[in-house]
C-alpha cells in the first residue's frame, strides 16, 4: 500500500513540475515580431530607487532607501504601463534587478552600466520583446580635465538576431542640476553637457544613416523648449510632445512646492525620436499617479495635499510608436522573425 502510494506522490510530483515548467515557458515565450505592431517607451525618475536589500554601494545611505509603499506605487505604474523600454534615473544594478525579478515577477529584464554617480540610469525591457540587447556606456565622456556627464548617456541598443544595424537605439538622460555650482560655471557645464549629448545623437546617425531609429529620453533638469538649453538636442532630434502639439497642461511632468506654498509646475522630462520616427508616433502622454477612489491625477489636477503621496516629485512620460518603421517587413508582411 506504500509502494502504490510513494508511486502516486511521486507521479503527481512530475505533473507539478511539469505544469510549472509549462507556465515558465508560456509566461517568458518570445513574441513573433509581426505580433508588436507598436513599442511602447517610457522615462521615469522615480527618485532614489534603491531597495534595502537590494542595492549594492556602500554609497547609498539609509537616508536614500525607498520606502516599502513609494516601491509599491512605482511597481504598480510600471505594470498598468505596460511598457516595452522603460529609462529608469536614480537606481543602481542590485535594486534594477531586484525589481525585475521579485516585484515585476520577470516580466521585464534589467539593462544597467555604472556611470559617474551612485544615482545610474538604468533600462528595463519587456523579457518577451524578440530582440537582442546591448548597452553602451558614454561615462568616460571628458570635460576639460574630468569626466563630463553627471551620470552617462547610456545606450540601449537593441538588434534582431544576426543582424548588426540595430532595430532601435533607445538613449538614456539623467542631466546635472544646478547644486555646487555658481551661475557662470553651471552654464557652461550645462552647456558643455547638452552639447556632447547631442553629438552622441549624431555618432549613431553617422553610424547608421540619418534614417537610424533612436530615441533619448529622461531627466533633463531643464525646461523641455527648442529656444533654451536643449536647442543643440532638438536640431537634431524631434521632441514627442511637439509633434503632437500638446499644449502645456499636458506636458507638465515635475510638481512641487516652492516657497509660501506655490505650486511650481515643470516640464523637465521628455522623449525625443529621430526625426524618421516622428510620423510613427501613435501618441505621447504624461502617466498619471493613482490616488485615493484610484483616482488618476495629472499634476494640474493634483491637490497640494496629495502631493507628499507621490512616490516621486516626477511624472512618467510614455510614448507609443508603430514598428511600422522600426520592423516594416515583420509589420507589414507579417514575417516571423526570430
Known sequence: MNYLKNIFLFLTLIFVVQSQAQTCRQFFSMRN?????????????????????????DKITSEMIKPELEIQKIVELIRKSDSDVIILQETDLGSLQHLAENQLQGKWKAHLVKGN????????VKSDL?????VETHSTTLWKVSRLFARDVPALILKRKGEDRPALIVLGVHAHSNGGYNNRNFAELKKAEVDATAQIVRKFKNQYGEDIPLLLGGDFNTKVR????????????????????LPFSRRITHYFMGAE?????RQIDAI????SLA???????????????????????????????????HYAVVVDISTERIFPEAYRLGTKYE
Open 33 to 57: 515580431l509581426n505580433q508588436v505592431k507598436q513599442v511602447r517607451v517610457m522615462t521615469l525618475n522615480p527618485r532614489d530607487l534603491f531597495l534595502k536589500e537590494a542595492s549594492l554601494s
Open 117 to 124: 554617480d551612485e544615482r545610474h540610469i538604468g533600462f528595463l
Open 130 to 134: 524578440p530582440l537582442e540587447v546591448t
Open 226 to 245: 527648442p529656444d533654451g538649453e536643449l536647442a543643440p538636442i532638438f536640431k537634431e532630434l524631434k521632441e514627442s510632445f511637439d509633434v503632437l502639439n
Open 261 to 265: 506654498g506655490a505650486r511650481i509646475l
Open 272 to 275: 525625443f525620436t529621430s526625426p
Open 279 to 313: 510620423t510613427y508616433i501613435k501618441q505621447a502622454f504624461v502617466y498619471p499617479y493613482s490616488h485615493a477612489q484610484n483616482r488618476n491625477l495629472l499634476p494640474t489636477d493634483t491637490p497640494p495635499e496629495f502631493i507628499p503621496n507621490n512616490p516621486s516629485d
